[in-house]
């Protein structure tokens, strides 16, 4: 990508930007330490792993001006863990909880997140209902596995978000961060009203392309509630006026 150098550049940092940039040009394995993350970060040496750290932390999609400070986070969908990276760097007094079912994608975010510790790393899904559910690679990439019900080679537990709210020992989430392949189908249409409206603020990226129907049940679900909505890149930004006092739009 032509551009990505000026916009490493830009975001980071004349200094980490180089040091970014080398690592993408060459996907070099090696820890990178940037002057704003705490600890260094991982990557292996598939280029989905650059392009979404380049997501988060160049094009600053989860970079949001907020008239709260979130303390307890919920990352599902964490792939090797760089959106929780960045929220742990940003909301160092925050909870966070993050989940991934696909094992590869979970070893490198238990490296990436080990020395954070206010995070917490599940290895499991998000669906309507607590059962067993098997990761399907449809060779979409590896950010895009999806998971299906009932067992197979790759099973996994699966949680409800009202489950991962009751083992936080929260009464709240403040962010909720989505981007699950097109299960966010199923967590929208079943189960919905037993967090929803304990829920400040949804991160989520919808996936019709993989599966029908995921936009139609995400929007089918807060027309019920009072949530203003923005966009940042991929994601849409869904505010709960009930418990959010003023929106910042992006």
Known sequence: MRSSFPASIQSLGLIDGIKFYLQKKFKST???????????????????????????????????????????????????????????????NAK??????????????????????NVSLIKGAVWSEQVDIHVVDKSLGEAAFMIELGGGENTVRAYTISELLELSGQEYIDILKIDIEGAEKEIFEIGFEKWIERTRMII??????????????????????????????????????KLVSKVIYK
Do not use: C
């Not at 079912?101 to 990436?112: D, G, R, V």
């Not at 990226?205 to 009072?226: C, M, P, Q, V, W």
């Open 30 to 92: 090696k820890p990178l330490k940037l002057s704003q993350l705490k600890h260094p970060i991982l990557f292996r040496k598939t280029k989905v792993d650059f392009q979404i750290f380049m997501q988060i932390f160049v094009s600053k999609e989860y970079d949001l001006k907020l008239s709260f400070t979130p303390q307890v986070i919920f990352d599902l969908g964490a792939n090797v863990g760089y959106a929780s990276t960045f929220f742990a760097n940003k909301y160092p």
């Open 96 to 117: 966070i909880w993050a989940l991934e079912p696909e094992s590869n994608n979970f070893l490198l975010a238990q490296k990436n997140l080990s020395n954070y510790g």
């Open 204 to 241: 989520v990226e919808t996936h019709d392309r993989y599966k029908d129907g995921t936009s139609k049940a995400l929007f089918s679900a807060i027309s019920k509630y009072n949530f203003a909505l923005d966009i940042s890149g991929e994601n849409l930004l869904l505010y709960n006026q």
